[in-house]
């Protein structure tokens, strides 16, 4: 079998369940991930005939993916701010919009960056833990999140990229006591009520891990309500506190961070319009 057979029947076996050009981004990025074959290289290898078992493993993603299970899962990794970060069912799939945020953080300090103290709550993947200490050259970023599997994950990524992260296993829900202040907090928590899973993919529903997406809708705030009681007790002063959100509640969570005493609240929407993240500062 060629290269060019198996880029066909990509095609054929799923264009019922995507478009032709994420079909095609599909094998180009197997492609690359398994053969080694740039974009262009591949258009020029399209009639080189492969080995069984290289057909085997092509044939497998295929079958994943009939499954509507995302490709970064069965490629075991993706792309974020620039990093090439892993990634299992123990972790979400880090998002363009989280890399907004990551951004408006490091816009957001005056160097040296180096010397704050950061903890991000939830970190998954350790996407944003590990970008900014890469950016900043740091080793006073600490990272908490209540999953084994992922902070399995988020430590086998620092440690492909030779960075220096302190990881814990903590449940912000569980209010935990600690010493530390730090100078900026940042969260990515769960946000998505239950009410809202009629209006996701199934790759989303079917393979990323729920505890890391979704409450209830009866207290949809729950994680924003703990992280800003512990944030306001262990933020240096004039600390800030970054946060990603639901779309649709931004007024709720800022009226809940005012009440817990922060201020100078501001909302940014992503690159698609929405409303999608919070920076604000501890009340002196």
């Not at 057979?5 to 094998?27: A, D, G, M, S, W």
């Not at 350790?126 to 900043?136: N, P, Q, R």
């Amino acid at each position: 079998m060629t290269l060019r057979e198996l880029k066909n029947t990509f095609l054929t076996e799923l264009e019922k369940v995507y478009p032709i050009e994420e079909i095609n981004q599909f094998f180009f990025m197997i492609t690359e991930k398994e053969m080694g074959y740039s974009k262009a290289m591949t258009f020029l290898h399209l009639d080189e005939s492969i080995s069984m078992g290289e057909s085997m493993m092509y044939h497998n993603c295929l079958n994943r993916l009939k499954k509507s299970e995302p490709i970064q899962y069965i490629l075991g990794e993706t792309e974020f701010c620039e990093l090439s970060f892993e990634v299992d069912q123990h972790t979400l799939i880090p998002r363009p919009e989280t890399e907004e945020l990551v951004q408006w953080i490091d816009n957001s300090v005056t160097p040296p960056k180096s010397n704050l103290e950061v903890l991000d709550i939830g970190t998954g993947s350790g996407c944003i833990a590990i970008t900014l200490a890469s950016k900043w050259l740091s080793k006073n970023i600490t990272a908490w999140d209540v999953s084994k599997g992922a902070l399995t994950m988020a430590k086998r990524n620092a440690m492909n990229h030779g960075i220096a992260v302190t990881f814990e296993k903590v449940d912000i829900l569980s209010n935990p006591k600690q010493e530390k202040q730090w100078d900026i907090i940042v969260s990515n928590p769960p946000y998505v009520r239950n009410s809202e899973k009629k209006h996701m993919f199934p790759n989303v529903l079917q393979f990323e891990p729920k505890s890391a997406l979704f409450v209830t809708d009866e207290d949809p705030l729950l994680f924003y309500r703990h992280i800003a009681g512990f944030s306001h007790k262990h933020l240096n002063p004039a600390g800030w506190l970054f946060l990603e959100i639901n779309e649709y509640l931004s007024d709720e969570v800022i009226k809940l961070l005012k009440k817990e005493g922060f201020k100078d609240c501001e909302l940014r929407k992503d690159v698609f319009g929405k409303n999608r993240m919070i920076r604000c500062r501890k009340s002196e």
